[in-house]
C-alpha cells in the first residue's frame, strides 16, 4: 500500500494547468517555470518513495530512499517559500515541530536534553547529512557537543543487529565522532522515519488552498470589469477581446471566435447577390452578443464560446462524402502564403465545396475575393444550410 497519496500532487497539478493566470501573470510568471520544476520532482519522489517503501535491507536502498525524500521535502518548501505559506513546523514553539524524533534525540547515543531537542526537520537534516557523509563529516548542528565533529563511515539497515537492539524494522547510522573514542549506532522505526516524511508531504495540500485562493481573487477581481455598454457591436466585442486578454482566458478558442466574428462582421461583400444570405448570417452573429457580455461578465467562458458556436463555423449534420476534408483544408490552408503549394489546395477546396451545396446559397470568386470574405461565404452557406436541415427534420 502506498504511503504518499499521489493524488495529493495530482490536485495540485490540475489546479496549476486550470488557469494561464501564473504563466502570463506578471505577480506569479516569474516563478511558473519554478512551480513545474518542482511539480515534476515531487511527482517522480512520490512514485520512487511508494515503490521503495518496504524497510531497506541494504545500504543503496536507504541512501536511495533519503536522497529521494530529501528531494520531496526541499520541493515542498520551495514551493511554500514561491507561495508565500508559512509552514506550522517552522514553529520551534510548537508541539508538532518535535513530534516524530524527539524521543530518539533523548535517548541513546545522542542523549539531548529536552530544551535542546532539535525539531523534526533538524534532525531529519542531521540524519541526511551524515548519511549522505556530507560529503565527510557534519558539525552544524547546533544541538552537538560544542566543536564536537561526527563521521559517518556507513548506513544501517534492518537486520539481526537492529533486531536485537529492539527495533525490528530499523534503520539508522554509525557515528564516529572527535568528542569519543565510543562508536555509536543511531537507531530508529523506519516506519517513523515515512511518517515524518508523509507529514511534510501532506503540507502540499496547502499550496493547493493557495493556489485556489490565487484564482478566486483574480476572478473577483475580473468580475468587476464590466463589458462598457452602449457601444456599437464592433467596439463590443473588441472590448470583450481586451478583458479575454487581461483574464489571459481562452477557453475553447474564445478569444478565436470572437475576433472571427469581428472579421465577418466589418468584411466588406465584392458579390452583390451574396447580401441578403449574409445579412441573414451577420444578424445571427450581432444576436449572440448579449450572450457574450452576460458571459464575460459572469466569467463563463464556456458560455461565451458555446454562444458563438452556435453561429461561427456551424457544421450541418449532412454534408456529401469529402464535405469535412474540405472544410478543414479551406479554413486551414488559405491562411498559408498565397504562392504556396497548401493555398493553392485550399482554393481548389473551396471550388469543390461549392459543387456540393454551398452554391445553394452563395456565390464565390475565389480569383477577386479576399480570403476573409471566402472563409465568411463558406461559413454563411453552413449555417444556412444547418438550418434548413434543422427546419425539416
Same mark, same amino acid.
Given at each position: 500500500?502506498?504511503?504518499?497519496?499521489?493524488?495529493?500532487?495530482?490536485?495540485?497539478?490540475?489546479?496549476?494547468?486550470?488557469?494561464?493566470?501564473?504563466?502570463?501573470?506578471?505577480?506569479?510568471?516569474?516563478?511558473?517555470?519554478?512551480?513545474?520544476? &518542482?511539480?515534476?520532482?515531487?511527482?517522480?519522489?512520490?512514485?520512487?518513495?511508494?515503490?521503495?517503501?518496504?524497510?531497506?535491507?541494504?545500504?543503496?536502498? /536507504?541512501?536511495?530512499?533519503?536522497?529521494?525524500?530529501?528531494?520531496?521535502?526541499?520541493?515542498?518548501?520551495?514551493?511554500?517559500?514561491?507561495?508565500?505559506?508559512?509552514?506550522?513546523?517552522?514553529?520551534?514553539?510548537?508541539?508538532?515541530?518535535?513530534?516524530?524524533?524527539?524521543?530518539?534525540?533523548?535517548?541513546?547515543?545522542?542523549?539531548?536534553?529536552?530544551?535542546?531537542?532539535?525539531?523534526? #526537520?533538524?534532525?531529519?537534516?542531521?540524519?541526511?547529512?551524515?548519511?549522505?557523509?556530507?560529503?565527510?563529516?557534519?558539525?552544524?548542528?547546533?544541538?552537538?557537543?560544542?566543536?564536537?565533529?561526527?563521521?559517518?563511515?556507513?548506513?544501517?539497515?534492518?537486520?539481526?543487529?537492529?533486531?536485537?537492539?529492539?527495533?525490528?524494522?530499523?534503520?539508522?547510522?554509525?557515528?564516529?565522532?572527535?568528542?569519543?573514542?565510543?562508536?555509536?549506532?543511531?537507531?530508529?522505526?523506519?516506519?517513523?522515519?515515512?511518517? @515524518?516524511?508523509?507529514?511534510?508531504?501532506?503540507?502540499?495540500?496547502?499550496?493547493?488552498?493557495?493556489?485556489?485562493? &490565487?484564482?478566486?481573487?483574480?476572478?473577483?477581481?475580473?468580475?468587476?470589469?464590466?463589458?462598457?455598454?452602449?457601444?456599437?457591436?464592433?467596439?463590443?466585442?473588441?472590448?470583450?477581446?481586451?478583458?479575454? #486578454?487581461?483574464?489571459?482566458?481562452?477557453?475553447?478558442?474564445?478569444?478565436?471566435?470572437?475576433?472571427?466574428?469581428?472579421? @465577418?462582421?466589418?468584411?466588406?461583400?465584392?458579390?452583390?447577390?451574396?447580401?441578403?444570405?449574409?445579412?441573414?448570417?451577420?444578424?445571427?452573429?450581432?444576436?449572440?452578443?448579449?450572450?457574450?457580455?452576460?458571459?464575460? #461578465?459572469?466569467?463563463?467562458?464556456?458560455?461565451?464560446?458555446?454562444? /458563438?458556436?452556435?453561429?461561427?463555423?456551424?457544421?450541418?449534420?449532412?454534408?456529401?462524402?469529402?464535405?469535412?476534408?474540405?472544410?478543414?483544408?479551406?479554413?486551414?490552408?488559405?491562411?498559408?502564403?498565397?504562392?504556396?503549394?497548401?493555398?493553392?489546395?485550399?482554393?481548389?477546396?473551396?471550388?469543390?465545396?461549392?459543387?456540393?451545396?454551398?452554391?445553394?446559397?452563395?456565390?464565390?470568386?475565389? &480569383?477577386?475575393?479576399?480570403?476573409?470574405?471566402?472563409?465568411?461565404?463558406?461559413?454563411?452557406?453552413? @449555417?444556412?444550410?444547418?438550418?434548413?436541415?434543422?427546419?425539416?427534420?
Amino acid at each position: 500500500m502506498c504511503f504518499l497519496d499521489i493524488k495529493i500532487c495530482d490536485r495540485f497539478r490540475e489546479v496549476i494547468n486550470k488557469t494561464d493566470i501564473f504563466i502570463y501573470d506578471e505577480d506569479y510568471s516569474h516563478n511558473y517555470n519554478l512551480i513545474c520544476a &518542482i511539480m515534476d520532482r515531487v511527482e517522480n519522489s512520490v512514485e520512487y518513495l511508494n515503490k521503495n517503501s518496504e524497510t531497506p535491507k541494504n545500504e543503496q536502498s /536507504l541512501l536511495l530512499f533519503v536522497m529521494y525524500s530529501c528531494m520531496l521535502l526541499d520541493a515542498i518548501k520551495q514551493l511554500f517559500k514561491v507561495l508565500c505559506i508559512e509552514s506550522i513546523y517552522s514553529d520551534e514553539k510548537n508541539s508538532d515541530s518535535y513530534k516524530y524524533f524527539k524521543t530518539i534525540c533523548m535517548g541513546k547515543p545522542l542523549k539531548i536534553s529536552e530544551e535542546n531537542c532539535p525539531t523534526d #526537520d533538524k534532525f531529519f537534516e542531521y540524519f541526511r547529512s551524515l548519511s549522505m557523509a556530507h560529503p565527510l563529516e557534519t558539525s552544524r548542528p547546533r544541538f552537538l557537543e560544542k566543536k564536537e565533529i561526527q563521521y559517518s563511515p556507513w548506513v544501517i539497515v534492518n537486520s539481526a543487529i537492529t533486531k536485537i537492539r529492539g527495533v525490528s524494522d530499523g534503520v539508522g547510522i554509525r557515528i564516529y565522532s572527535n568528542k569519543s573514542e565510543e562508536i555509536q549506532d543511531l537507531l530508529f522505526p523506519f516506519n517513523i522515519l515515512k511518517e @515524518y516524511i508523509n507529514s511534510r508531504y501532506v503540507l502540499m495540500k496547502k499550496a493547493t488552498e493557495k493556489v485556489n485562493q &490565487i484564482i478566486y481573487n483574480k476572478q473577483e477581481t475580473w468580475k468587476k470589469e464590466k463589458v462598457i455598454k452602449d457601444m456599437s457591436p464592433i467596439e463590443t466585442l473588441n472590448h470583450v477581446i481586451e478583458l479575454l #486578454d487581461g483574464r489571459y482566458e481562452d477557453e475553447e478558442n474564445s478569444k478565436f471566435l470572437v475576433e472571427t466574428a469581428i472579421d @465577418y462582421l466589418t468584411c466588406n461583400l465584392t458579390e452583390p447577390d451574396n447580401k441578403h444570405a449574409v445579412s441573414e448570417y451577420k444578424k445571427a452573429i450581432l444576436a449572440s452578443i448579449p450572450n457574450i457580455i452576460q458571459a464575460i #461578465d459572469t466569467l463563463d467562458y464556456e458560455h461565451l464560446s458555446s454562444s /458563438l458556436r452556435d453561429v461561427i463555423h456551424v457544421r450541418p449534420n449532412k454534408m456529401h462524402n469529402s464535405g469535412h476534408y474540405e472544410l478543414e483544408k479551406i479554413f486551414n490552408y488559405l491562411n498559408d502564403d498565397e504562392s504556396s503549394s497548401n493555398y493553392s489546395w485550399g482554393i481548389l477546396q473551396v471550388k469543390k465545396f461549392m459543387m456540393g451545396f454551398a452554391s445553394k446559397w452563395v456565390s464565390i470568386n475565389t &480569383i477577386t475575393m479576399s480570403v476573409n470574405e471566402i472563409k465568411l461565404l463558406i461559413d454563411v452557406a453552413c @449555417y444556412l444550410e444547418d438550418k434548413e436541415q434543422k427546419t425539416k427534420s
